[in-house]
């Protein structure tokens, strides 16, 4: 049974063991989590794994604006992706249950969507590499007035790191709360980055 699925998701042969071992430890589940904002399902791992690309998200979050269509061709000229990404990419989310087709429409089977947080996985570190592509990408191709990209070079106490991210993640919630309500047309996506900029020496 979950060598079908995994056929039919279209997953490499590294995925397909890792799916299907998954799957024997009973591990393909979601959790169900409110936060005080935008009610969303954490993936486990192994279903993130799945679908790291971003156009999978894109996808979920494209299904729920305004005058969207059930068409993979208007998808694909959307999101910029070829009719083939879209293809594999709804088949993947239809098995997954993570949408649904009722008389050719598609719906989400859930509000929303997250990933776990401060845990390594290569899945994530994908998808983060994608987006921060698709914001260098911007800086040439899409107008100021349409982005908002900037940042600051600061010397830190590291020791209130762990504060920091949770006020990151709150910011995070606050921007969603404002920019999910009321006439949604568009697709965002909102990158956050603190990195070190020194080099630790021992």
Do not use: C
């Amino acid at each position: 049974m979950g060598e079908k699925i995994s056929h039919k998701l279209s997953l490499s042969p590294l995925q397909t063991a890792n799916f299907l071992k998954a799957i024997a430890e009973k591990n393909i589940k979601m959790i169900h989590v409110s936060k005080g904002y935008k009610k969303r399902t954490i993936l486990k791992e192994d279903i993130f794994n799945v679908i790291a690309d971003w156009h999978h998200f894109a996808i979920l979050s494209l299904i729920e604006t305004k005058n969207f269509r059930s068409d993979h061709k208007w998808m694909a000229m959307r999101l910029g992706i070829s009719v083939v990404e879209v293809n594999f990419a709804i088949q993947r989310l239809l098995k997954l249950k993570m949408i649904t087709n009722k008389n050719g429409k598609y719906k989400l089977s859930k509000e929303s969507f997250s990933t776990s947080e401060d845990v390594e996985s290569r899945a994530l570190q994908k998808s983060h590499k994608q987006s921060l592509e698709q914001s260098i990408a911007s800086l040439e191709e899409v107008p100021v007035k349409l982005r908002d990209i900037s940042s600051i070079t600061m010397a830190i106490d590291l020791s209130k790191l762990k504060k920091a991210k949770k006020e990151i993640r709150e910011f995070r919630k606050r921007i969603a709360n404002i920019m999910e309500s009321g006439n949604q047309t568009e697709v965002y996506n909102l990158n956050i980055q603190l990195i070190p900029i020194t080099k630790a020496i021992e």
